[in-house]
C-alpha cells in the first residue's frame, strides 16, 4: 500500500504528480520545458560569446 503511494514522480514544470516513467504531465509543461532548455542553451552560447569576445579584446590590445 505504502509502496503503491510512492510509485509516482513530480512534473518537472508544475510539480503535478506523474507516473514514475514520466518527466512531464502534459503536453504545454513539454512545450515550456523545450522553451526553457533552448534558452539555457542560449544562455550558455552567449557566455561563451561573451568569453570569445574578452579574450578576442585582449589580443587586440597586445597587438596595438
Ligand atoms: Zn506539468
Known amino acids: 500500500m ?3 503511494v510512492n510509485q509516482h514522480a513530480h512534473c518537472h514544470m508544475c510539480g503535478n504528480v506523474i507516473p514514475i516513467s514520466e518527466t512531464l504531465c502534459s503536453k504545454e509543461c513539454k512545450d515550456k520545458y523545450q522553451n526553457m532548455v533552448k534558452r539555457r542553451k542560449m544562455f550558455v552560447y552567449l ?3 561573451i568569453i570569445f569576445f ?8 597586445n597587438i596595438f
Open 2 to 4: 505504502i509502496e503503491k
Open 47 to 49: 557566455m561563451y560569446a
Open 54 to 61: 574578452i579574450i578576442a579584446l585582449f589580443f587586440v590590445q
